[in-house]
């Protein structure tokens, strides 16, 4: 047909889009989570890490009730497999969030940062398992590049690491499971969900179980009527705030977007960049000093990140172009 290669151009043109907003969601999100440590600091103060959670995804929930209630986001659950994205929010939120609060009360934040930079790795390892996705050799090097940046990063604080017990590393060590869990499973249901359909779910199941334990939590203390006193906080209010809209929602979507468009393992990298804008913000924020080690680990995460992602590109491109994404039962 005449018009045929105009089409092939619009659809290309269309793809690179697609791409290009698919990589900036994936830099999105860690950015948003680098600069949440410091507002959970700060709700942490006046709230318990339940209670943040609950008020948190409450707000996220809300939040995205409004454009859904006003047609702006259409939602279609009927006739899809709910049983997969019921597994997908028992991933995440709810297992990482909890099994990570808990596990950083046996282990120092040291600990629990080196333990989350595996996540990438056993990203890739699952999705090489249930996805069937092929990395090269230089990805994998490039992967365990930027978990080393993290690792220097973290060691050269000295704040603690070494001092966890055996409870609070197989509680973090579950965490990083859920994480990477969810990365696969999240990539292998792209094609049944979209990244608004699963972002709703996991906000909506995220407030209503951790209302559930907070309610509990409060209740077995005889002291239920102070679950909302937290809320007359103006600073625990703008902390919960960032945590619920940007934390919760906005990186809900931009990673469910970037697991859309992009392999698993790939996507999963860019967890170490919020270890940079972690950085970033405590210095620039919080005055805090800015060293060579800084400089050097940030390296190593950012080459890291980079090798992931265009090395081996070549050889992706002349894959044929197979459906490689497997159902997971």
Partial sequence: MPDSEPHAKERISIRAKGLSLAYFAAVLTPTIIGLSFLFTKLALERADPIDTLMFRFAISFAAFTVPVLLGRVRLRYRGKPLMKIVLLSALYPIAFFTFQAFGL?????????????????????????????????????????????????????????????????????????????????????????????MSYWMQGVGFAVFLVMSVAQHAAAGNVGRMLAPMADGGFIAAVLYLGVLSSLVSSLASNYAYSKLEASKTGVFTHLSMIVSIAAGVTLLGEEFTVVHVVGSALILAGVIGTNLLGRKRATRRTRRPTVHSIS
Avoid: C
């Avoid at 365990?144 to 973090?172: E, F, R, Y």
């Fill in 105 to 197: 009360e046996h282990a120092s934040s040291s600990e629990g940062g080196i333990i989350f930079a595996l996540t990438p790795f056993l990203t890739m390892l699952f999705a090489s398992w249930f996805l069937k996705e092929t990395t090269t050799g230089w990805q994998k090097a490039s992967i365990l590049l930027s978990a080393s940046g993290v690792a220097v990063l973290i060691l050269m604080k000295g704040d603690g690491v070494g001092t966890a017990d055996t409870a609070g590393i197989v509680l973090l060590l579950l965490s990083v499971l859920a994480s990477a869990g969810y990365g696969v499973f999240a990539r292998s249901l792209r094609n049944v969900y979209s990244p608004a359909e």
